[in-house]
């Protein structure tokens, strides 16, 4: 139930991220705003220092952090559910332990465009990409120019966002009355881009154009320690579940074959005779099932 006294519930979700989780909660606890806020943290039953150094800061900001331990690992999928299902704020912001926010007027901004647009559901913005092994920054690429066109910002829709893949949970702001919990805890490998296109079958979103945060890639990470093929793998599990929920959507069928034959190509230059792999023939299988 949304509590009208919380204006911004900041929902974050940490597993082992003891170098990174102080500056991720810093980074919201300098925001500049007025509003009345909360932040919900899940760890996910962390076994590095993470969840003393959250028990420090929930003992320094009472009022303001509640923590969600897990007393079991439970996972990404089940721990990100019940640290949103916690969040009872107007809006709702996601930021993962290991990113941060660095632009202090971010939820501001964000807050004040849904204030003032209550037709959009969804805010988000542009981000940084820091790759910690190399110790440098990548921009967004600008997603390929768009924002020469549009340089105030995008209405995003699911369009836009199959196109592009705005994905990135440090960068969104949403409504969360238009949240259902249930409608999202049906998917058993539970992700961001679930919850997006969810959230996007209520109403269009909008990409600003400034950076607000850091999206920071480690060698501790679950998603960096995957190769090509398993992300790529990763993304056609997760629409191929959406695709089993939603068939009448064209946009998202379509999203769904781009994925699996993007899949094949780089399971050909991932693996050396890749024929011979039993793997080849599931995706043959799968491609064979999407044109029934």
């Excluded at 190769?227 to 056609?236: E, F, P, S, V």
């Amino acid at each position: 139930m949304i509590n009208s006294r919380v204006k911004i519930s900041v929902c974050m979700v940490t597993y082992n991220h003891e170098q990174f989780i102080a500056k991720a909660l810093d980074s919201v606890l300098s925001q500049e705003h007025n509003y009345s806020y909360e932040i919900i943290v899940g760890d996910d039953c962390s076994t590095d220092d993470t969840r003393n150094i959250l028990l420090e800061y929930e003992r320094r900001y009472p009022e303001i952090i509640r923590l969600i331990l897990q007393p079991r690992n439970m996972g990404a999928s089940s721990n990100s559910l019940k640290t949103l299902e916690a969040c009872k704020g107007e809006y709702v912001a996601l930021l993962e332990g290991d990113d941060y926010w660095n632009n202090n007027q971010k939820l501001k901004q964000q807050v004040e465009f849904l204030d003032k647009n209550t037709s959009y559901v969804l805010s988000s913005h542009r981000y940084l990409h820091y790759l910690a092994n190399e110790d440098r920054f990548n921009t967004d690429h600008e997603y390929h120019g768009l924002f020469d066109t549009y340089p105030e910002g995008v209405r995003l829709d699911h369009d836009l966002f199959f196109n592009y893949w705005f994905t990135m949970p440090l960068t969104v702001v949403f409504r969360n009355d238009v949240f259902e919990i249930g409608e999202v805890s049906i998917y058993k490998d539970f992700k961001d881009l679930h919850l997006f296109f969810c959230l996007l079958k209520k109403g269009d979103g909008f990409v600003h154009n400034f950076v607000g945060g850091v999206y920071n890639t480690h060698k501790a990470g679950v998603w960096s320690q995957l190769d090509a093929y398993g992300k790529w793998k990763a993304n056609y599990l997760a629409l191929h579940e959406l695709v089993a929920n939603n068939v009448t959507h064209a946009r998202l069928r379509k999203a769904c074959a781009d994925c699996l034959n993007l899949l094949v190509n780089v399971f050909k230059d991932t693996y050396k005779y890749p024929y011979l792999h039993r793997e080849m023939y599931w995706l043959m299988s799968r491609r064979l099932s999407m044109k029934k």
